[in-house]
């Protein structure tokens, strides 16, 4: 009897299995635990290599049987910068894969889905960090996707040979494309209601929501959106001038054609792009591709040409206080350039050299392009700002505010794999984030019962929710990014 009795806690205790699932390639066996099912490194396309290295992504290949969806795919190629955590995944070309977290739902369920881009500049990144894991949301009755998409120049590279066949440019866009539309097709499999679909990301993820708000290949994929410090005022190059980085590339790797490219090894292609290091003359980043990618994101939605779909936007309070005093002027000699015969009167806004030198780089980056598109986007659909400025107790200094990214493990609610003892009151700011995002995420608007009020964006006085212990209301603007804007906007 004490024996049945020990076996009985023991399975009681075990994580349980979960059923299966099928889907439009195959059927999937995930992990259950704590009433959310896990179903991860899922293929949505085929895998990009060989003659589908820069190509479209096509259709995944089928499988028989349950195939087993209980531990994450590899990540996409990539280079960690110094000081950079990554996700312990190894690496490789075929990474193509998304997870699902969902919750125990009846047959027939319509959850709302929010599906996470990760961000990395565009040249790093995962959707395996333990820091994004999506059970915590999950538990609140959404299903949470996630997924990987190319990087660097395996994710952005135009070239003659590629763009006479009108392949384009923008792999890494068209793989989140993809994605979304392996939701459609997917998701109501997981109790999800593909016609309640949130996209949200950060940094590069932020920036890839705004892209695909402006995009016309992206529409209907898509019911809403959250972008946070994803800026969205920068202008990418034109196909032209990605085509000569292409073959410039191409002429000092030694192919000459586009077989001989898509031989290269991939530790050719990887080359040495990182964060800090982006290979100006021979990577040419994302591209504006005149389909994908029509124009600068900050002419569509100012034009008004953006899906018109409910957006939360907004970004921390101090994106690049990590960035030793010694190199902000690195940063600031551009951001003040780009502005143009302006940029005193941008600097004198400030009060002081100091903050001028502190806070201009991040500001011009990050916090008024938040304010404009946000600003320009609720005259066509419902739009709450915020700006993130809370620090975790344990990581607080003086005359120092939320940095970039430090947003993200609130989002998710998931302190319990931040590498610092959470206090009390840094939970109470993630449960009341991650609430504010699935209100949002399953009704359009991010107020909730028991939750600080926050206001839709009026962009004739726009104010925003700062978010802190205590959050609150305040106005949106200042006289830096009042000069900032007027600077950018030739008034």
């Keep these: 009897m004490i024996r049945l009795l020990g076996l009985l806690l023991l399975a009681m205790a075990m994580p349980a299995a979960a059923q299966d699932v099928r ?58 910068f110094p000081g950079a955590t990554g996700s312990g995944q190894p690496q490789s070309e075929d990474c193509l894969f998304l997870n699902v977290w969902t919750p125990a739902h009846p047959k027939g369920a319509k959850l709302p889905v929010m599906v996470w881009i990760h961000g990395g500049g565009f040249v790093g990144g995962s959707s395996a960090l333990a820091e994004t894991d999506g059970a915590r949301l999950a538990k609140r009755g959404v299903v949470v996707v996630s997924f990987n ?3 660097g120049r395996f994710g952005f590279f135009a070239h003659p040979a590629l763009t006479a066949g009108r392949e384009g440019g923008n792999w890494g866009l068209l793989d989140q494309i993809a994605a979304l539309r392996w939701v459609q097709r997917n998701v109501a499999a997981f109790g999800g209601d593909p016609g309640n679909v949130t996209i949200l990301g950060e940094s590069a993820g932020g920036e890839s929501v705004i892209r695909l708000m402006a995009s016309p290949a992206a529409r209907g994929l898509f019911a809403k959106a959250i972008a946070s410090s994803g800026g969205g005022r920068d202008a990418w190059p034109n196909v032209a001038t990605a085509e000569a980085k292409g073959a410039a590339f191409a002429a000092k790797a030694g192919a000459g054609d586009l077989a001989a490219l898509r031989a290269l090894p991939a530790a050719t292609v990887l080359g040495g792009i990182n964060l800090l290091n982006k290979e100006d003359a021979i990577y040419s980043g994302p591209i504006t591709d005149g389909a994908i990618v029509p124009a600068n994101a900050d002419r569509q939605f100012a034009q008004g040409a953006e899906a018109r779909v409910p957006a939360i936007i907004g970004n921390n309070d101090d994106e690049l206080g990590f960035v030793p005093a ?10 003040l350039t780009a502005l143009g015969a302006k940029a005193e009167a941008v600097e004198a806004a400030y009060g002081t050299p100091e903050n001028a030198t502190r806070h201009v780089a991040g500001d011009v980056m990050f916090t008024e392009p938040a304010l404009a598109i946000a600003t320009r986007h609720a005259k066509q659909a419902p739009t709450w700002l915020y700006r993130f400025g809370y620090v975790a107790a344990a990581k607080r200094k003086p005359g120092m505010g939320a940095g970039h990214a430090t947003d993200v493990i609130f989002q998710f609610d998931n302190l319990a794999h931040a590498d610092f003892a959470a206090t009390a009151e840094d939970q109470a700011v993630a449960r009341r984030i991650a609430d504010y995002w699935v209100n949002f995420a399953r009704t359009g608007d991010p107020d909730g019962a028991g ?6 964006l009026d962009p004739k006085a726009p104010a925003m929710l700062v978010i802190g212990a205590d959050p609150k209301m305040a106005p949106a603007a200042s006289p830096a990014l009042t000069a900032i804007s007027a600077a950018r906007d030739g008034n």
Aim: glycine content about 12%; some cysteine; proline content about 13%.
């Design 149 to 151: 998409y190319r990087l």
């Design 23 to 80: 889907i439009d390639s195959g059927t999937l066996h995930g992990a259950a635990a704590d009433g959310v099912s896990a179903f991860k490194g899922i293929p949505y396309v085929a895998p990009p290599v060989g003659p589908l290295r820069w190509h479209a992504p096509e259709a995944p290949p089928a499988w028989t049987g349950a195939r087993d969806a209980t531990g994450f795919g590899a990540d996409c190629m990539q280079n960690l």
């Design 451 to 456: 939750q600080p009020r926050w206001t839709r």
């Design 326 to 335: 010694a190199f902000l002027p690195m940063l600031n000699g551009p951001a």
